[in-house]
């Protein structure tokens, strides 16, 4: 038979029960208005993340368009130069060496070009030396003297700028 110290022990239990139930369902209200709130974020971050990408992709395409254009302007100059380079030497050309058409050879057997003499046409001699005077090339007739750097005004090539 149930006793009433029984009923009352269930009573207890029931109430903890009844508790329990409405503070795990207040945690779980609070726990989908978090989400809901986060969710929210979500979206929004998202967005940002989209419009970063489309500002990024205009950006490198900016940026390579950049580079473009700038490689155009250095083909331009590269062949505005080689125009006049060409306009300069073709008379120096059309005039008959002493020697013949027999260029001038340095002691290691390469010609120099431009010389007279031997001498290279940018007043930079190797002294018989079969290019010991150059420095940082591949070859003893990149036209880089001894310290110099390509691009720095040092190579006798013409007045061409070397700028890579």
Do not use: C, H, W
């Amino acid at each position: 038979m149930v006793t009433l110290d029984q009923v009352k022990l269930l009573e207890t239990k029931v109430e903890k029960a009844i508790g329990y139930v409405e503070k795990v369902s207040g945690e779980n209200t609070g726990l989908r208005e978090r989400l809901e709130s986060y969710q929210k974020r979500i979206d929004e971050l998202e967005v940002l993340v989209e419009t970063f990408k489309e500002d990024q992709s205009r950006i490198e395409d900016g940026i390579l368009s950049t580079l473009d254009r700038l490689n155009q302007f250095e083909d331009a100059i590269e062949r505005s130069l080689g125009i006049k380079n060409r306009d300069k030497k073709a008379p120096k050309a059309a005039a008959p060496s002493p020697a013949g058409n027999v260029p001038d050879m340095d002691a290691g057997g390469l010609a120099a070009a431009g010389s007279k003499n031997g001498a290279p046409k940018d007043g930079v001699s190797n002294g018989g030396a079969s290019g010991d005077d150059v420095s940082k090339g591949d070859a003893p007739g990149d036209g880089v003297p001894d310290g110099g750097e390509p691009g720095d005004g040092a190579s006798g090539d013409g007045g061409e700028l070397d700028i890579f």
